[in-house]
């Protein structure tokens, strides 16, 4: 006998639709997997015998072939399990041929018949075609996110089968809560003193320029970089739902909420290419630039990242996606984020104090030598962390909280998309002329930066983009001013320092 | 070593001896007083010849250097000494107008021939003439501030202004500073013969640890280029060779030596520039030294040097003075300003007076570098007051940035902004 089900693979951040084809007919006893299983899942083969066992029903002594359709897909994992016992209890005649029509079926199966958890199932709930899909219980609240299927949790293959035969109704299990709240955002009330960070975070968030913050160990660097995703405006109703979809297929338990609050993802410096941009397996599971879509991501000791994996960032902030191609096939990873770095002015850890820093030329040129040019050249803002004073730790005074920045970050990202643009920082050519003229001051002022080689012809139109965002933030529309320039030159410090002679 | 000049007559003046000295002398582990005692003991062409053969341990220096507890290890000198040719080495040396000197030469300088411990080899390229001049040697730290950078640049300008000889040692910080102002101001090509200098104006001496076809640090070849090329060159380590580190102690002692008066602009108070002062004081040249603030570390060496009796630079005056130079005397038109400027003692432009965040800034600028943020916190004004008055001083040459640090600086006197070459 035949039966077919519906199921899903994950690739990227997509679900495809698998029909899970069983087939139990007579010959040698065995079982069969084709249709380009990977190895977990052609080990289904032992997992859904010992399930199908344990669920009470008999394995049939016959000859079983399951051709996951379409053939030519890769399938990964062991999501197919529970649509491949199904497929088993429907072809051998255990439960009535037109059972499950209708239904499909994501989860892997215990030995003891326990239906799993499986990564994905926001991209896989959406890609079946079925009008009920049955998940893991755990993955239920997660999949009723998607509009479309009913959802079904199941937590044993042992109640499966009895729904099946029409012994017991479909399991109705509760819903499980969600076991740690959301923690609320750390609050920029908390960061003492550090004026110059916070408008610099501050300007990060309204205008989506992409900040490098350098400073000694200690100056609180991390500690900032953890504030900026309270400052940004919650996600629109598209981002929110690439963003779920990137965490769901990562394997994120979203707790049954979209994810509507900026990400912050903080990879760790030895991270490599893979697990920052993505792929790796057939699967091509998101990297932490994806699940950074729609929020921050954060590099710290950004010196320390190998070159390749920080070349490999160009591409993604240029074009707020990444196209990973393979032999076989290529996904497009959601990737538009907001960059912030952070690293040591020089390996001494005196932060480059002119006549402190005791670092050699050569150890300069080493730490120099690791960043490459383009990508610094991406932060439209560049600042010194100090480690905070004393007067300020100690003092009473407590900073702007972050929901009266937000605020002010709302009404700037507001006007950018009157301007046409998500954020400031995508002001370019025509828009930028138009929107951020000069006023003669200004110009005389970036005239004379330009004249002493203080900043350059590209770092001109980045100065003028975070004038534009500081001017908003004060509310000052029309051409920029010199107080709005000054102080967008000032945040676009030097890198390194610049030793040499007395020019 | 007696504090006596040895007698140097020994030393042999034919190439065959010169060959054999420049030899001995890129061997790594003899040092200059080792070298002058295989000249002057047994000759250089015996030690030579005794080492190939593998009979170093007769020679009386080599010997005495392999007792000491660093001790050197002979057959591993014998070894390094059978693939070197001294023919060879000798025509390098005198490749691209060298000059290999050894005392007793018409041309080694007499500076050094009455020295108490005179090279036993000296490589020169350039002018000799230079060093018949007065001369002052203007040393310094390597992680100068700005402000002493550009001390030193004016110093060394104003100095050869005077038709007096910067001596430095062309390391990067003050030395570079120094010999930048001393080369004088200059058309924006590299290539271009430096103008505007008269005939009055002193040529730079440039003493470099490394061969003169090296230069160290890499950053400062054109600037040792152009010293060359103005000025006179000299080291005691043969060309191909890299500095060892002992080879910088060496060289200071040369500088101190060729010196009429040695200038500390700035220093750690452990730093090489002291110890040229010390070999200054040891051969009778009177020392100098810039004072700094008591909080700065590169002005601690020479705040240091001054208690201890050192002549306080208040300006270039006080250098021309400690060595009988007529400071009253401007040779070149337009310069009479640059001994001012060296003294730090610039009037603020009245523009700037009326903006009471400018002045804050200022202030506390002169207590050393500071970071935007320091100086947000510290001068009561808006980010954005502070970020304006920035830009201005900026503007006005009063402050320069550099990795995010901002120092003050000394408006560009006597026309050398841009003299710096190799500005990275």
Not at chain 1, 492 to 501: E, I, K, M, N
Not at chain 2, 389 to 406: D, H, K, N, Q, V
Request: hydrophobic fraction near 45%; proline fraction near 7%; glycine fraction near 12%.
């Amino acid at each position: 006998m035949l039966a077919s089900i519906s199921s899903a693979i994950v690739q990227g951040v997509d679900g495809i639709a698998v029909t899970v084809e069983v087939h139990v007919g007579d010959g040698l006893p065995g079982l069969t997997i084709v249709g380009l299983p990977d190895a977990a899942c052609r080990e289904a083969r032992d997992r859904v015998r010992a399930a199908v066992l344990a669920a009470g029903a008999t394995w049939p002594p016959k000859r079983i072939t399951i051709n996951l359709a379409p053939s030519g897909t890769r399938k990964v994992g062991s999501g197919l399990d529970l649509a491949m016992a199904v497929g088993v209890l429907v072809a051998s005649g255990d439960v009535e041929a037109d059972a499950a029509a209708g239904i499909a079926f994501l989860g892997e199966l215990g030995l003891d018949g326990t239906v799993r958890h499986i990564p994905g199932i926001v991209p896989l709930v959406d890609a079946v075609a079925a009008v009920r899909v049955g998940v893991p219980v755990r993955c239920a609240p997660d999949a009723a996110m998607v509009e479309g299927p009913d959802v079904i949790g199941l937590a044993t293959l042992t109640e499966v089968r009895k729904a099946l035969k029409k012994e017991e109704p479909w399991p109705d299990h509760p819903v499980p809560t969600r076991l740690v709240a959301p923690r609320p955002a750390p609050d920029l009330a908390d960061v003492r003193g550090q004026p110059v960070a916070r408008k610099a975070l501050e300007v990060a968030a309204a205008g989506g320029h992409h900040l490098l913050l350098v400073g000694p160990p200690g100056a609180g660097k991390t500690m900032l970089a953890r504030r900026l995703p309270g400052l940004l405006p919650d996600l629109e109703a598209a981002d929110a739902m690439a963003a779920t979809r990137v965490h769901s297929a990562a394997g994120i338990d979203l707790g049954g909420g979209l994810v509507r609050r900026p990400p912050f993802r903080a990879p760790h410096h030895t991270a490599t290419t893979v697990a920052l941009v993505g792929g790796g397996t057939a699967s091509m599971r998101p990297g932490e630039i994806s699940l950074a879509h729609g929020g921050v991501l954060f590099l710290d000791e950004m010196g320390e990242f190998p070159p390749t994996v920080l070349d490999a960032l160009r591409q993604p902030l240029e074009q707020g996606e990444i196209a990973l191609s393979r032999a076989r096939f290529s996904v497009r990873l959601p990737a538009r984020l907001l960059l912030v770095a952070a690293m040591n002015p020089c390996p001494c850890g005196e932060a480059g104090r002119p006549g402190r820093c005791r670092c050699t030329e050569a150890a300069l040129a080493r730490y120099r030598r690791r960043l490459s040019g383009p990508l610094l050249d991406r932060f439209d803002l560049r600042v010194d962390v100090d480690r905070p004073d004393a007067d300020a730790l100690l003092g009473a005074e407590v900073g702007e909280s972050s929901a009266a920045v937000a605020e002010r970050v709302r009404a700037v990202r507001a006007l950018a998309i009157d301007r046409g643009v998500r954020s400031n920082a995508e002001l370019h050519g025509d828009a930028l002329e138009r929107h951020a003229s000069l006023d003669r001051a200004a110009t005389d002022l970036l005239r004379a930066a330009l004249a002493t080689g203080r900043l350059s012809a590209r770092g001109l139109a980045r100065v003028r983009r975070v004038g534009r965002t500081l001017a908003d933030l004060d509310g000052h529309d029309g051409p920029l001013g010199v107080e709005h320039l000054a102080t967008a030159l000032a945040l676009r410090a030097d890198l390194v320092p610049v030793s040499g002679l007395a020019s | 070593m007696s504090t006596t000049a040895p007698d140097l007559v020994g030393i042999g003046r034919d190439d065959a001896t010169r060959a054999c000295l420049v030899a001995l002398a890129g061997l790594e582990g003899i040092g200059p007083a080792t070298l002058l005692a295989c000249a002057t003991g047994e000759g250089a062409v015996a030690v030579w010849t005794a080492l190939v053969a593998g009979r170093a341990a007769s020679v009386e220096a080599l010997a005495r250097r392999a007792d000491r507890r660093d001790g050197l290890d002979l057959d591993r000198l014998a070894r390094a000494a059978r693939g070197v040719d001294p023919t060879e080495v000798l025509a390098r040396n005198r490749a691209d107008g060298r000059r290999v000197l050894v005392p007793g030469d018409d041309a080694y300088p007499d500076r050094l021939s009455s020295d108490p411990a005179p090279p036993a080899v000296l490589f020169a390229q350039g002018a000799l003439g230079a060093l018949e001049r007065p001369t002052v040697a203007v040393v310094g730290t390597r992680t100068a501030s700005r402000l002493g950078r550009d001390l030193a640049r004016d110093l060394g300008a104003t100095l050869a202004a005077h038709g007096v000889g910067v001596v430095s040692g062309l390391a990067s910080g003050i030395d570079a500073a120094a010999h930048v102002g001393a080369l004088g101001p200059t058309d924006p090509d590299p290539a271009a013969q430096p103008t505007g200098r008269g005939e009055h104006w002193a040529a730079p001496i440039g003493v470099v640890a490394s061969g003169l076809d090296i230069a160290y640090p890499v950053g400062n070849r054109l600037l040792q280029r152009r010293v060359g090329e103005a000025g006179l060159l000299v080291s005691e380590t043969p060309a191909g060779h890299r500095p060892s580190r002992w080879r910088f102690p060496a060289r200071n002692r040369i500088i101190a030596a060729l010196a009429d008066a040695v200038v500390v602009v700035e220093s750690r108070s452990a730093g090489g520039s002291m110890l040229t002062a010390a070999e200054a004081l040891e051969r009778g040249v009177p020392v100098l030294a810039v004072p700094g603030h008591p909080t700065s570390p590169v002005a601690a060496g020479a705040n240091d040097l001054i208690f201890d009796g050192a002549t306080p630079v208040r300006s270039a005056d006080d250098v021309l003075m400690a060595i009988g130079v007529d400071a009253a005397q401007a040779p070149i038109p337009g310069l009479e300003g640059a001994g001012r400027a060296a003294a730090g003692r610039v009037d603020r432009p009245s523009a700037l007076l009326g903006d009471p965040v400018a002045q804050a800034i200022l202030e506390h600028l002169d207590g050393g570098p500071a970071t935007l943020g320091e100086l947000a916190n510290r001068c009561a004004a808006s980010l954005d007051e502070v970020a304006l008055a920035l830009a201005r001083l900026e503007g006005e040459g009063l402050i320069a940035t550099s990795g995010g640090w901002f120092e003050r600086r000394l408006p560009s006197g006597a026309g050398s902004r841009g003299a710096g070459g190799d500005r990275r």
